[in-house]
């Protein structure tokens, strides 16, 4: 069975940081693109980076790019994301999972995902 395992979440104050973990077990990890996405209270699910499995490329959509940053540690099956100067419009549920369509990273589309996680909620105070 496929898990994917997500911590790191908390509250912390606007300008603050925090490093979410991902870890997986069930596959070889090494072989899959990973993304970690978010998900506010009646907001769409939406994709805030991806570490590639053929390369080392990254992707960030320009809401989070400069402030968050993915890498992966593929003898721990672990993935990071470290986040800097957070701002309250971070605040939400943040969840990883294994891109089963493609090994490097393009803009984060959900559907090309499987084996979430159960997510792990981060909140950003103002």
């Known amino acids: 069975e496929v898990q994917f395992v997500e911590s790191g979440g908390g509250l912390v104050p606007a300008g603050g940081s925090l490093t979410l973990s991902c870890t997986a077990s069930?596959?070889?990890?090494?072989?899959?693109?990973i993304g970690w996405f978010r998900q506010a209270p009646g907001k769409e699910r939406e994709g805030v980076s991806c570490?590639?499995?053929?390369?080392?490329?990254?992707y960030y959509p320009d809401s989070v790019k400069g402030r968050f940053t993915i890498s992966r540690d593929n003898a721990k099956k672990t993935v990071y994301l470290q986040m800097d100067s957070l701002k309250p419009e971070d605040t939400a549920v943040y969840y990883c999972a294994a891109n089963t369509m493609r090994r490097r990273c393009v803009a984060p589309r959900v559907y090309e995902y499987d084996y979430w996680g159960q997510g792990t909620q981060v909140t950003v105070s103002s």
């Open positions: 570490a590639s499995a053929a390369d080392s490329s990254t």
């Open positions: 069930g596959l070889t990890f090494g072989d899959y693109a």
